[in-house]
């Protein structure tokens, strides 16, 4: 797995995305104490569900792997000319 450039904002960016995704899909809302490592797994699994991004193996989920995994997801889905793309 290649670290991406930005990777820490883009993951701040998809978390974001993903707690707005959740709450549109019907979720209530991450408690303001809610660690970083249980949205990343919950946002993951909720976009696995619907569909929007292709599950990791089993044996290679690992919370870095999540990580990188919904940082691709954000990172797809910005234009071309985004300030985190450059």
């Given at each position: 797995m290649?670290?991406?450039?930005?990777?820490?904002?883009?993951?701040k960016?998809?978390?974001?995305?993903?707690?707005?995704?959740?709450?549109?899909?019907?979720?209530?809302?991450?408690?303001?104490?809610?660690?970083?490592?249980?949205?990343?797994?919950c946002?993951?699994r909720?976009?696995?569900?619907?569909?929007?991004?292709?599950?990791?193996?089993?044996?290679?989920?690992?919370?870095?792997?999540?990580?990188?995994?919904?940082?691709?997801?954000?990172?797809?889905?910005?234009?071309?000319?985004?300030?985190?793309?450059?």
């Amino acid at each position: 797995m290649k670290k991406l450039k930005n990777e820490q904002q883009l993951l701040k960016l998809a978390l974001k995305v993903g707690e707005n995704y959740a709450v549109n899909r019907g979720y209530a809302e991450f408690s303001p104490t809610a660690h970083a490592k249980e949205k990343v797994e919950c946002i993951y699994r909720l976009l696995v569900a619907d569909g929007l991004i292709q599950p990791l193996p089993e044996d290679k989920e690992d919370a870095q792997s999540l990580r990188h995994r919904l940082a691709v997801w954000v990172m797809n889905k910005l234009p071309a000319d985004h300030a985190l793309l450059q």
